[in-house]
């Protein structure tokens, strides 16, 4: 029997007149039908974030780490259970789904220590000039208002989680949307922030259609929008309300560079295999994975030799399956986009070396060499398990391939030189390096996005709560000092 979940509307459980479905991208199968908000539903719920927000932004400090700490605890609780509904909505491989409920659990914890911490302020001395005699300046921060959180499909549990968390710890109220098809997750999150003592009215989980988020968008009292997903549409999003204060993390094409000092067999061995699969982990679908590999001409061959038989290697098949390390992307439609990638790329010159088939919602992980510049997917986000490899000669002109894209969010450099890391950290415009090893890694407690149309604005617990608040400036003056 297919579960029908209600969403929450300020704390509590309610239905709409409408549903929608949530198939597996695996086999197509019913696995849950979930009620969709009204419009007066999702009026009720902005109405009572925006009439609690003053008491919620006074809530102690220990009343809202206790309330972030009992969420990372009920998650770690029901890890198995909530990984194979992920993998059910999603079709992640269950391995990597385990692996994003361990995220979840984390970012909600560093959330609960930062809310401890939020907010020590600081004083300063204002008598270094004769006008400041007398005054002493403090600086806190305080939120900016309402937070409407817009999460993407590809992890419905911890993406999520980073828009949150965040909120919670500053005593932000929070409305958040997530994708219509991966919304069981974020329902879930929500049976577990019922068993809080948040004030009612200071979250709520509502699922609506896509062409209803505009609406969302524009209402003034959602001065806060955090937005991951297409670059697209998240510049739509940035012009249509330029007075907002919008956090924009989105796509890019990652790429990973392989130096000519990174050479022994164990070296490229390790490339390789990083490689393979994180250009493959979640069918492709993250932000991060692998697009571009970028190689000294010196290892190019040994490298393109290593790449493709570890790609062939990627176990595909049944996400449900602990051996399974690639499943089916988020749909059918959306396997039919990268195959249609692939094939204008093939059609127009490249060496197709490992993959290019398509069942279904499953694209095999594929790698194709010699891309056309003017291709497809050579200039966009593939969102899939497909990479592509490069000849170049030397540092500079690896580097000049990895800036020659319009997006900019990660790097991998894969080289034992310090000064070449430095180098890289120096000139690469993007938002993260990672040295000797893929650029798909992120640290959850650390500051994450990208710059170009990669984004604006940073996500990683500390820095959302920044970027949630503002600084405000009290002078006390007549003072003593």
Same mark, same amino acid.
């Given at each position: 029997?297919?579960?029908?979940?209600?969403?929450?509307?300020?704390?509590?459980?309610?239905?709409?007149?409408?549903?929608?479905?949530?198939?597996?991208?695996?086999?197509?199968?019913?696995?849950?039908?979930?009620?969709?908000?009204?419009?007066?539903?999702?009026?009720?719920?902005?109405?009572?974030?925006?009439?609690?927000?003053?008491?919620?932004?006074?809530?102690?400090?220990?009343?809202?780490?206790?309330?972030?700490?009992?969420?990372?605890?009920?998650?770690?609780?029901?890890?198995?259970?909530?990984?194979?509904?992920?993998?059910?909505?999603?079709?992640?491989?269950?391995?990597?789904?385990?692996?994003?409920? /361990?995220?979840?659990?984390?970012?909600? %914890?560093?959330?609960?220590?930062?809310?401890?911490?939020?907010?020590?302020?600081?004083?300063?001395?204002?008598?270094?000039?004769?006008?400041?005699?007398?005054?002493?300046?403090?600086?806190? %921060?305080?939120?900016?208002?309402? #937070?409407?959180?817009?999460?993407?499909?590809?992890?419905?549990?911890?993406?999520?989680?980073?828009?949150?968390?965040?909120?919670?710890?500053?005593?932000?109220?929070?409305?958040?949307?997530?994708?219509?098809?991966?919304?069981?997750?974020?329902?879930?999150?929500?049976?577990?922030?019922?068993?809080?003592?948040?004030?009612?009215?200071?979250?709520?989980?509502?699922?609506?259609?896509?062409?209803?988020?505009?609406?969302?968008?524009?209402?003034?009292?959602?001065?806060? @929008?955090?937005?991951?997903?297409?670059?697209?549409?998240?510049?739509?999003?940035?012009?249509?309300?330029?007075?907002?204060?919008?956090?924009?993390?989105? /796509?890019?094409?990652?790429?990973?560079?392989?130096? /000519?000092?990174?050479?022994?067999?164990?070296?490229?061995?390790?490339?390789?295999?990083?490689?393979?699969?994180?250009?493959?982990?979640?069918?492709?679908?993250?932000?991060?994975?692998?697009?571009?590999?970028?190689?000294?001409?010196? @290892?190019?061959?040994?490298?393109?030799?290593?790449?493709?038989?570890?790609?062939?290697?990627?176990?595909?098949?049944?996400?449900?399956?602990?051996?399974?390390?690639?499943?089916?992307?988020?749909?059918?439609?959306?396997?039919?986009?990268?195959?249609?990638?692939?094939?204008?790329?093939?059609?127009?010159?490249?060496?197709?070396?490992?993959?290019?088939?398509?069942?279904?919602?499953?694209?095999?992980?594929?790698?194709?060499?010699?891309?056309?510049?003017? #291709?497809?997917?050579?200039?966009?986000?593939?969102?899939?398990?497909?990479?592509?490899?490069?000849?170049?000669?030397?540092?500079?002109?690896?580097?000049?391939?990895?800036?020659?894209?319009?997006?900019?969010?990660?790097?991998?450099?894969?080289?034992?030189?310090?000064?070449?890391?430095?180098?890289?950290?120096?000139?690469?415009?993007?938002?993260?390096?990672?040295?000797?090893?893929?650029?798909?890694?992120?640290?959850?407690?650390?500051?994450?996005?990208?710059?170009?149309?990669? /984004?604006?604005?940073?996500?990683?617990?500390?820095?959302?709560?920044?970027?949630?608040?503002?600084? %405000?400036?009290? #002078?006390?003056?007549?003072?003593?000092?």
């Amino acid at each position: 029997m297919t579960t029908t979940y209600a969403f929450w509307l300020a704390g509590r459980q309610e239905t709409g007149p409408e549903t929608l479905d949530v198939h597996h991208p695996y086999d197509g199968r019913l696995v849950a039908k979930v009620s969709i908000a009204s419009d007066a539903q999702v009026e009720e719920a902005v109405a009572a974030a925006y009439a609690v927000k003053d008491e919620f932004a006074a809530t102690p400090a220990y009343q809202r780490a206790a309330a972030l700490d009992h969420v990372a605890k009920r998650l770690a609780e029901r890890t198995e259970e909530i990984a194979q509904l992920i993998t059910a909505e999603n079709g992640k491989p269950i391995k990597w789904a385990r692996g994003e409920v /361990g995220r979840a659990v984390s970012v909600f %914890r560093w959330a609960s220590e930062e809310a401890r911490r939020f907010n020590s302020g600081e004083g300063q001395r204002l008598d270094t000039d004769a006008g400041g005699t007398g005054r002493l300046g403090f600086v806190r %921060r305080f939120n900016r208002g309402v #937070v409407l959180g817009i999460a993407p499909f590809n992890f419905p549990l911890n993406l999520v989680a980073h828009k949150v968390a965040p909120a919670i710890a500053v005593g932000a109220p929070i409305i958040l949307k997530p994708a219509p098809a991966t919304p069981v997750s974020a329902l879930i999150l929500g049976e577990i922030l019922a068993e809080t003592d948040l004030p009612a009215g200071s979250w709520s989980v509502l699922t609506v259609p896509n062409d209803r988020m505009p609406a969302l968008v524009q209402d003034p009292r959602l001065p806060v @929008i955090s937005f991951t997903g297409s670059d697209k549409v998240g510049y739509a999003i940035l012009d249509s309300v330029p007075r907002k204060h919008v956090t924009l993390e989105l /796509g890019g094409n990652a790429a990973a560079v392989v130096l /000519g000092d990174w050479n022994s067999e164990a070296d490229l061995d390790w490339a390789a295999t990083r490689i393979a699969t994180f250009a493959n982990y979640q069918g492709g679908q993250s932000c991060i994975s692998v697009q571009r590999v970028i190689a000294d001409a010196s @290892i190019y061959d040994r490298l393109v030799e290593k790449v493709v038989e570890k790609v062939g290697a990627q176990v595909t098949g049944d996400p449900t399956d602990d051996t399974v390390d690639v499943g089916p992307l988020v749909s059918e439609d959306a396997a039919k986009r990268v195959e249609s990638w692939v094939d204008e790329a093939v059609n127009a010159g490249a060496k197709l070396l490992a993959g290019g088939k398509r069942e279904g919602a499953n694209y095999a992980p594929t790698v194709v060499a010699e891309l056309p510049a003017d #291709v497809t997917l050579a200039t966009e986000e593939v969102f899939g398990p497909v990479l592509s490899l490069q000849k170049v000669d030397g540092v500079d002109e690896a580097f000049a391939a990895v800036n020659d894209s319009k997006f900019g969010l990660q790097t991998g450099v894969f080289t034992h030189d310090v000064q070449v890391a430095f180098r890289a950290h120096r000139e690469l415009e993007v938002g993260g390096v990672v040295i000797g090893d893929a650029p798909s890694y992120r640290a959850d407690q650390m500051p994450y996005g990208g710059v170009k149309d990669s /984004g604006v604005g940073r996500e990683g617990v500390a820095y959302a709560m920044a970027d949630y608040t503002y600084e %405000r400036v009290l #002078v006390l003056t007549g003072l003593a000092l």
